[in-house]
């Protein structure tokens, strides 16, 4: 016995049905998109292409030394420039996204989203830096030669290796009481001290969180910040210190390194000198876009690839952090 046809009410498909009027679903052509793509370090550091894999080259350690001699009986003692040889293992960052045909071209025949599929496409572009300029900072690895993960060694983690590395160069830790602005000074002015080096740190980078107390504290002693253009449309204050103004960056990126109990939170900031800091990329510093043949299902298949890794250049001497328990 054939079965009977069973016919749908489709009427719920509009908003509305009434005399003279059926409201369906329209929709504004703009899709609200207030997604963060990238991150400001990324932006500021260096880019220059690798030498090869792993990349290489030779850092200056001290210059040949020299002595007083009695000027009627000259001495001299034979010394030479000490250097050494560096390295930094290329990483490599990807993502894919695939087309399916019969709602590409549903999406065509409709004409509102016109600008969707090179909009996804750009977007997951986007992924990949966005996961570039996070890793900066927070990538695992934690050698630059052997690669213990698939991760970037992060700057973060090559700043307390070189300061850990070093009595020359340590990290300060500010009492929960004490002066966040101190200790920046005290930071610069230590660096500054230095007779082996001769650096010049250009920017203090923290999670926003820091910056905000900061804020509390200059407000509170009625202190006034200079301001500094850091990207182009992006002011920030900048405190002055025995090397000149420092900018103090916020970068999301830069997590608050968790509650330490009874409320409390670690906050770590980091002062660079962004020109001993490079990205060593291959072929392009921009990801790349590949597309792939069709699948068997017909869908279009896009890849992007990205190869390098950050160094930073003179982690024992040319950098260093702060923290504080608040």
């Given at each position: 016995m054939k079965g009977f046809a069973v016919f749908k009410d489709l009427s719920a498909a509009a908003d509305y049905l009434g005399p003279g009027a059926i409201e369906i679903n329209r929709y504004q052509t703009e899709i609200l998109d207030m997604v963060r793509r990238r991150f400001p370090f990324g932006q500021r550091i260096n880019q220059t292409p690798a030498t090869g894999q792993p990349s290489r080259y030779f850092e200056q350690i001290a210059i040949a030394t020299a002595g007083f001699s009695d000027p009627r009986s000259l001495t001299t003692t034979a010394s030479q420039p000490t250097r050494q040889e560096r390295v930094v293992s290329l990483k490599a960052l990807t993502a894919q996204i695939n087309y399916g045909l019969f709602d590409v071209e549903v999406n065509q025949q409709q004409g509102q989203f016109a600008y969707l599929?090179?909009?996804?496409?750009?977007?997951?572009?986007?992924?990949?830096l966005k996961?570039?300029?996070?890793?900066?900072?927070?990538?695992?690895?934690?050698?630059?030669?052997?690669?213990?993960?698939?991760?970037?060694y992060g700057c973060s983690g090559q700043i307390f290796a070189g300061a850990s590395a070093t009595s020359g160069n340590v990290g300060l830790v500010v009492p929960s009481s004490g002066s966040l602005v101190d200790g920046v000074k005290?930071?610069?002015?230590?660096?500054?001290?230095?007779?082996?080096?001769?650096?010049?740190?250009?920017a203090l980078y923290t999670n926003p969180a820091l910056l905000n107390l900061f804020d509390k504290e200059a407000k509170s002693f009625q202190l006034f910040y200079n301001e500094i253009e850091v990207t182009p449309g992006v002011i920030v204050s900048a405190i002055p210190t025995q090397m000149g103004l420092l900018p103090l960056i916020g970068d999301p990126s830069i997590t608050t390194f968790g509650n330490q109990g009874g409320g409390t939170t670690l906050y770590t900031a980091f002062i660079v000198s962004e020109d001993l800091i490079e990205?060593?990329?291959?072929?392009?510093?921009?990801?790349?876009?590949?597309?792939?043949?069709?699948?068997?299902s017909l869908a279009a298949q896009y890849v992007i690839v990205k190869f390098g890794a950050p160094v930073v250049k003179g982690a024992v001497y040319g950098h260093t952090w702060i923290s504080t328990t608040r």
């Amino acid at each position: 016995m054939k079965g009977f046809a069973v016919f749908k009410d489709l009427s719920a498909a509009a908003d509305y049905l009434g005399p003279g009027a059926i409201e369906i679903n329209r929709y504004q052509t703009e899709i609200l998109d207030m997604v963060r793509r990238r991150f400001p370090f990324g932006q500021r550091i260096n880019q220059t292409p690798a030498t090869g894999q792993p990349s290489r080259y030779f850092e200056q350690i001290a210059i040949a030394t020299a002595g007083f001699s009695d000027p009627r009986s000259l001495t001299t003692t034979a010394s030479q420039p000490t250097r050494q040889e560096r390295v930094v293992s290329l990483k490599a960052l990807t993502a894919q996204i695939n087309y399916g045909l019969f709602d590409v071209e549903v999406n065509q025949q409709q004409g509102q989203f016109a600008y969707l599929e090179a909009k996804d496409l750009t977007d997951t572009v986007d992924g990949v830096l966005k996961l570039h300029d996070q890793n900066l900072w927070n990538g695992n690895d934690t050698d630059l030669l052997v690669q213990t993960t698939i991760q970037y060694y992060g700057c973060s983690g090559q700043i307390f290796a070189g300061a850990s590395a070093t009595s020359g160069n340590v990290g300060l830790v500010v009492p929960s009481s004490g002066s966040l602005v101190d200790g920046v000074k005290q930071q610069i002015a230590s660096m500054a001290s230095r007779q082996d080096y001769e650096v010049h740190p250009s920017a203090l980078y923290t999670n926003p969180a820091l910056l905000n107390l900061f804020d509390k504290e200059a407000k509170s002693f009625q202190l006034f910040y200079n301001e500094i253009e850091v990207t182009p449309g992006v002011i920030v204050s900048a405190i002055p210190t025995q090397m000149g103004l420092l900018p103090l960056i916020g970068d999301p990126s830069i997590t608050t390194f968790g509650n330490q109990g009874g409320g409390t939170t670690l906050y770590t900031a980091f002062i660079v000198s962004e020109d001993l800091i490079e990205y060593h990329y291959l072929t392009d510093p921009l990801p790349r876009v590949f597309q792939l043949g069709l699948l068997g299902s017909l869908a279009a298949q896009y890849v992007i690839v990205k190869f390098g890794a950050p160094v930073v250049k003179g982690a024992v001497y040319g950098h260093t952090w702060i923290s504080t328990t608040r």
